[in-house]
């Protein structure tokens, strides 16, 4: 069974997020403050809806930042895992580094996924039988080891030292917002390698491993095991994803 349907529908409810998107300027944006602390907008609930409209068939499961769960995803063989809006404090404080991310897992696997970040204009869309599509202004690095290559690093994480004992390394550290975003721009090439020592959650991640899926990237745990996908609780206790051609120099410095 190929992708393809899945990818139109991808676009599909990115085009329509955006639509929703136009009624909101980022950094002028009111937001709320979720149990765990993280900020919620109307937009984050809007895109919600409009995704959910769009994306699964019956018999599709459902895995959303933004919705409650139903459980009943846990039985399905295909389930659509979302973040309406990953990096929602940029948005909100009007940074360019947020994205809407969509990602469909079957049989635990992710197949196919798709971000759009509206402040830059890029969309990357993939799936395993099609490969990679860019659209956006920037060139691939294509760095073939770890001197000189662009490894995306949390904002939030750099702020609490959390890469302290990465600087001085060969490598350009990038701080970014949106984990989708930074996973959907190693897939791309437009970054080299990414990685998170913290946990997260799989509506942060399936969207970004789709598209490295894709291109056949390597996207771990942080200890060097395969991640599942669709469990019953969602956190993933951090994350390493590089492009195929720095799989070894990655997997050296952080695993040994």
């Given at each position: 069974m190929g992708y393809a349907a899945d990818l139109d529908r991808i676009n599909a409810a990115l085009d329509a997020a955006l639509l929703v998107l136009e009624d909101f300027t980022p950094g002028q944006i009111a937001s709320i403050k979720k149990d765990g602390g993280d900020p919620v907008t109307e937009a984050d609930v809007r895109v919600d809806a409009e995704m959910k409209r769009i994306l699964p068939q019956p018999g599709e499961g459902w895995l959303s930042e933004e919705s409650v769960d139903d459980k009943d995803r846990l039985g399905k063989h295909r389930v659509w895992i979302v973040d309406p809006i990953d990096g929602t404090r940029e948005f909100v404080e009007g940074i360019p580094e947020w994205c809407v991310s969509i990602g469909l897992i079957e049989d635990g696997r992710p197949v196919a996924g798709g971000i759009h970040n509206p402040a830059t204009g890029e969309r990357i869309t993939g799936a395993i039988d099609t490969g990679l599509t860019y659209e956006g202004p920037n060139p691939v690095s294509g760095k073939t080891s770890l001197e000189g290559a662009r490894v995306g690093a949390s904002r939030?994480?750099?702020?609490?030292?959390?890469?302290?004992?990465?600087?001085?390394?060969?490598?350009?550290?990038?701080?970014?917002?949106?984990?989708?975003?930074?996973?959907?721009?190693?897939?791309?090439?437009?970054?080299?390698?990414?990685?998170?020592l913290v946990p997260k959650n799989e509506w942060d991640l399936a969207a970004g491993v789709a598209l490295l899926e894709a291109v056949g990237g390597w996207a771990v745990l942080k200890d060097g095991s395969a991640p599942t996908w669709n469990d019953e609780d969602p956190l993933v206790p951090g994350f390493i994803a590089t492009t195929p051609l720095l799989r070894d120099d990655v997997e050296a410095l952080l695993l040994g």
């Amino acid at each position: 069974m190929g992708y393809a349907a899945d990818l139109d529908r991808i676009n599909a409810a990115l085009d329509a997020a955006l639509l929703v998107l136009e009624d909101f300027t980022p950094g002028q944006i009111a937001s709320i403050k979720k149990d765990g602390g993280d900020p919620v907008t109307e937009a984050d609930v809007r895109v919600d809806a409009e995704m959910k409209r769009i994306l699964p068939q019956p018999g599709e499961g459902w895995l959303s930042e933004e919705s409650v769960d139903d459980k009943d995803r846990l039985g399905k063989h295909r389930v659509w895992i979302v973040d309406p809006i990953d990096g929602t404090r940029e948005f909100v404080e009007g940074i360019p580094e947020w994205c809407v991310s969509i990602g469909l897992i079957e049989d635990g696997r992710p197949v196919a996924g798709g971000i759009h970040n509206p402040a830059t204009g890029e969309r990357i869309t993939g799936a395993i039988d099609t490969g990679l599509t860019y659209e956006g202004p920037n060139p691939v690095s294509g760095k073939t080891s770890l001197e000189g290559a662009r490894v995306g690093a949390s904002r939030s994480e750099m702020r609490r030292g959390e890469w302290e004992e990465f600087t001085g390394q060969a490598f350009e550290i990038v701080p970014m917002g949106s984990v989708a975003y930074k996973l959907a721009l190693t897939a791309a090439g437009r970054l080299d390698a990414t990685w998170t020592l913290v946990p997260k959650n799989e509506w942060d991640l399936a969207a970004g491993v789709a598209l490295l899926e894709a291109v056949g990237g390597w996207a771990v745990l942080k200890d060097g095991s395969a991640p599942t996908w669709n469990d019953e609780d969602p956190l993933v206790p951090g994350f390493i994803a590089t492009t195929p051609l720095l799989r070894d120099d990655v997997e050296a410095l952080l695993l040994g």
